[in-house]
């Protein structure tokens, strides 16, 4: 009998998360209402709990989840509807959260649209101007000198509230993002960080080179606003850091913009790129080149296979380019920069402070 109430619990729960999926894929404003409203409270609630905790409550949560099952598939590997049945209550429960924390948000309305940019198409020019304006502004802020991991978590939150008074749609509550304590995991599959549905956390790898570190906390946090796109979570991720007061965060927004705008430029032009990369400062010609050693250490199997699960989870959730979804966010901080420069007269002012964006 229990067996059976296990079993309905879980169908039960797989058929509430296919209505709600069908809700957010088909019924126009739907899936917006909801990120910006009952997730919100979700992530504030939720959230607010699972940040008291100073470590990524999910990455122990797996642990101990693995273990738990190893030990009951063991104990009772002679009743197998026992497990079967525990197994679909737990499947179900974890897709119903997934679906509520992260799975709906995928069809909210992008935040291009809250922040008034219309992506088009850039001329050649454009894209040369952007790319000169990044490479000023890595050099400007390349100091040497990095944040512990305390003010990453403090000034990760601090970075977003400060794009939320520009963008709305980014202001309010965040929970503080956590360091992975086995970032080996996130490295082997080539993650920066990772967001949790489950918990309501943002986390990142810390391992990696340390100018990686806050654009990578800035994207997570986005997530936890309802915005789950790829690239425009990297374009928020950029926003959050270059209207940090940490030079570490500016240094770090505008060099990972460099490296997807100045990727772009390549493929236009290569001589243009070229002589860019070699105005770069020796610090980021060092950060950039630590970065690619680090990665090249991780490439293999499980990378790949990493790398393709995460293509096959970008497309189900609509995103149809997969990982290429990534490299739209040059658009995004074309169509930034262009507003900038038409407000000022110029390209973009940046102040000391760096709010002045």
Known sequence: ???????????????????????????????????????????????????????????????????LAAVYGIRFWREPLRVLSRTMCLAGGLLFLYTCNCGINYYAMPFSQYAGLQTGAYSR?????LCEYLVEQVNKTATGESCQPGVWRREGVWAMQAAGEQFPSLAGFYPKPKEVTVSWILSVQQLCGIYSPFTVEANYNGDMPDYNIPHTICHELSHLKGFMREDEANFIGYLGCIF??????????????????????????????????????????TDLAENSAF???????????????????????????????????????LEYYQDESRLWGHQPQNTDSGAGQ
């Open 1 to 67: 009998m229990k067996n059976k109430r296990y079993f309905l619990a879980g169908a039960a729960l797989l058929a509430a998360t296919m209505v709600l999926q069908l809700l957010a894929r088909n019924v126009d404003g739907f899936a917006t209402w909801y990120a910006h409203g009952i997730y919100a409270g979700i992530q504030r609630v939720v959230g607010g709990i699972f940040g008291l905790f100073p470590f990524s409550v999910v990455e122990f949560g797996l642990y101990g989840l693995l273990i």
């Open 295 to 333: 990665w090249d250490k991780y490439e293999g199997k499980v990378a790949e296979v990493s790398n393709q699960m995460n293509d096959v989870y970008l497309k189900v959730n609509s995103q149809e380019d997969g990982v290429k979804s990534y490299g739209r966010m040059v658009d995004l901080m």
């Open 244 to 285: 940090s007061k940490e030079q570490a965060f500016r240094y770090s927004g505008y060099l990972t913009g460099w490296v997807y705008a100045g990727n772009a430029l390549y493929k236009t032009d290569q001589e243009a790129y070229i002589v860019l990369a070699q105005q770069l400062c020796d610090q980021a010609q």
């Open 125 to 129: 020019e454009e894209l040369e101007a």
